[in-house]
């Protein structure tokens, strides 16, 4: 920029000022976000705008539908479907726990010790993507299989038993129960982990741990006391990449779940695709976006990252 | 400040070697520091004595040898074990802790509860108490490199190794460290290992340096003795500059060798001499600029006898304030450098002047002849100077 601010001098006595070019300069930022922002409006504002009237309509499909302002939607649909707000959150949860700890052994495994197989493990973590999520998921519909190898290998080993008892399997299988969800949601998810995870342990000079060293600390409380702390962007990140898209995630409790693992986006889908209750699903959709902006909030807030990042 | 006064407190270094593969960073090495002294070693980069130095911090495994602190041998103990700590290159501190609990780190891993007196005793020291609660980046770089030194220093160690400690620095905060840091040495009495490739650095504040190039020890001495008595040209050409003369031995007897060089004389004490001279051989006679007198060809009547003397052309001059360099184009060697004291400056010694230069046979070394005269010019003095 400042080489357009600062023209040189004109040399030729009629040339005009250095105004114009300076005028250009100044809203050459503004013609750079204009793409973006006519996206933004087009295509974030406006369905919005068009989702919070459709939540506060009343009538019927047959009838049309009207904006009356009827906020109760929001309470009737709470009050019917929380147990599916609480699922989510618990599926949501419990599949990023699980892939903050997969993802960061892992990640630490390829920010320091890989070497030279630092690029093909980072090429095996992003190969999932180069076929669709619902391939994917499909997949593991086979290899959860009743009577497939997972599962016998499990009830071999006696998993199954204590998984029953937490109430996450039940009886011999592990189609259609919420093991099945958790693991479907954890594998999809794993790779939005992995890599901020890996982005913020790779920039961590690799002195401080030499340092930490020095000064007495033992590998595990160089890890607990300089690794981890200074990581701690990626885990938010990583985190919040995977909580927010799990927690509206249909597809998993789709495929692999049964009608007791329905999560609320299977319920909005139904809402809106089935029962075209418009109204109803309109409402749900905005509990889940603020419910989840609440946590992200006060999660970001608990983690104190603000100076780290 | 408790001075650690246990008499078996040398570091002591026996054939310690380290090689990468096919290249061998440090040759078989054995190396003796004192309890108490101020050690630096001194080299260009990649000479081996950053290598050296890691690997009495337990941050390099030597590929050979022994590594034993007092009588202890520590070469198979990890970093976290050993009595030393480092300050390192870049200072390396904790980005996300402040510098009160930077400074704390070592005194918390090992388990003590109260560290605040200590802390701040420590901050004073190094003159950084009011910044106790700021964050590393929030300090200018001298600032940072002081925490690092109170963040090593607080616990005590036996040795304190720093690498290149200062080497961030623009040139007058460097000055302004050294001295702060021989200051601090001398206060808390322990031992340092310095690591730099800045002779000025080295001789100011060390007692003793190593020279080391190619990952050997080149020469081992206080500052004074190395740079008087240089025993290659390496050591004679990385410590300041140096003239030398490819000499043929004329004949030698008792104190003093006598030498041919282009068709005149030159003595050299038997003693300065480190090379094997007999007679017939050659020798190479070496001799630093600020040493050397400059007199007009025309007043070479009155140049006293008994000094070395060869004849020459002023080939350039550079007035530097304190001295005036020439370089003097004489047929026993090119570019030859004399650094005359401004006090009485003689108006015909410009370029083009004929002149004889002289100097007292004791201030002449002897080295051995199958050397490169150029060996350590590049990457040294010269380039201190120069910034």
Request: net charge negative; glycine share 8%.
């Amino acid at each position: 920029m400042s080489t357009l601010t600062e023209a040189p001098p004109p040399l030729a006595p009629d040339a005009p000022g250095p105004k114009p070019p300076r005028r250009r300069g100044r809203l050459t930022p503004y013609w750079l976000l204009l793409p973006g922002i006519l996206w933004l409006l087009v295509f974030f504002a406006l369905p919005m705008i068009y989702q919070a009237s459709t939540s506060v309509q009343t009538g019927s499909l047959e009838e049309g539908y009207e904006v009356t302002w009827h906020f109760a939607t929001y309470w009737d649909a709470l009050s019917a479907y929380w147990p599916q707000f609480v699922r989510s959150v618990l599926y949501a949860g419990t599949a990023t726990v699980l892939c903050l700890l997969l993802g960061y052994p892992l990640a630490y495994l390829i920010a320091f010790r890989a070497g030279r197989w630092r690029n093909l493990i980072m090429i095996l973590v992003i190969a999932p993507f180069f076929t669709s999520f619902l391939i994917r998921t499909l997949a593991w519909k086979t290899i959860l299989a009743d009577g497939g190898p997972v599962v016998g290998a499990l009830n071999s080993l006696h998993v199954l038993d204590v998984t029953s008892w937490l109430g996450l399997t039940a009886g011999d299988r592990v189609l259609a129960t919420p093991l099945a969800v958790i693991c479907g949601l954890t594998y999809n998810f794993l790779p939005f982990m992995i890599l901020p995870l890996y982005t913020s342990l790779e920039r961590i000079d690799g002195r401080l741990h030499e340092a930490a060293g020095d000064l007495y600390a033992r590998p595990w409380t160089t890890f607990r006391k300089v690794t981890f702390p200074l990581s701690m962007p990626g885990v938010v990140s990583g985190t919040l990449l995977t909580f927010i898209p799990a927690a509206g995630d249909y597809v998993n409790a789709d495929l692999l779940g049964s009608t007791d693992t329905r999560m609320v986006g299977n319920v909005i889908q139904t809402q809106f695709l089935r029962v075209l209750d418009y109204p109803t699903a309109a409402a749900l959709s905005f509990i889940l976006m603020a419910a989840i902006l609440l946590m992200v909030t006060f999660y970001i807030r608990r983690s104190g990252t603000e100076d780290l990042v | 400040m408790t001075n650690t006064t246990d008499p078996g407190g040398d570091v002591r270094l026996t054939g310690i070697a380290k090689t990468y593969g096919a290249f061998t960073a440090v040759h078989p090495l054995d190396l003796t520091v004192p309890q108490g002294s101020f050690f630096a070693l001194l080299g260009a980069s990649g000479c081996g004595k950053t290598t050296t130095l890691r690997m009495i911090a337990g941050l390099e495994e030597p590929s050979a040898g022994t590594v034993f602190l007092g009588d202890q041998d520590v070469t198979a103990l990890p970093p976290y074990k050993r009595p030393v700590n480092t300050v390192f290159q870049s200072y390396a501190l904790f980005p996300h802790l402040d510098i009160f609990e930077n400074v704390a780190f070592g005194l918390r891993r090992r388990g003590l509860k109260s560290v605040k007196k200590q802390v701040e005793e420590m901050l004073e020291l190094v003159q950084l108490g009011e910044q106790a609660r700021k964050k590393p980046h929030q300090l200018s770089g001298g600032q940072q490199q002081r925490v690092a030194v109170a963040r090593a220093l607080i616990n005590h160690p036996k040795v304190l190794l720093l690498d290149e400690p200062l080497g961030a620095l623009d040139l007058k905060l460097r000055r302004q460290m050294q001295l702060e840091l021989k200051r601090i040495q001398t206060e808390v009495g322990i031992t340092f290992i310095h690591v730099t490739h800045d002779q000025e650095e080295a001789m100011t504040m060390a007692d003793t340096v190593a020279v080391m190039n190619g990952g050997r020890v080149e020469q081992l001495g206080t500052p004074a003795d190395l740079y008087e008595n240089p025993r290659t040209t390496f050591v004679a050409n990385f410590l300041g500059t140096s003239n030398f003369i490819e000499a043929e031995v004329d004949s030698q007897g008792g104190e003093d060798i006598v030498l041919k060089a282009g068709g005149g004389k030159l003595v050299l004490p038997e003693a300065r001499c480190s090379a094997p001279a007999s007679t017939g051989g050659k020798v190479l006679v070496g001799v630093r600029p600020e040493k050397i007198s400059l007199t007009h060809a025309d007043d070479a009547g009155e140049i006293p006898e008994g000094r070395n003397r060869i004849t020459g052309r002023i080939a350039d001059s550079s007035f530097i304030g304190v001295s005036t360099q020439y370089v003097v184009d004489s047929p026993v060697c090119s570019d030859f450098e004399v650094y005359a004291q401004n006090i009485d400056r003689d108006p015909r010694l410009v370029p083009g002047a004929e002149v004889v230069l002289h100097w007292n046979p004791a201030h002449t070394f002897g080295l051995d002849a199958a050397q490169s005269v150029f060996a350590g010019t590049e990457g040294s003095a010269g380039v201190e100077e120069a910034a």
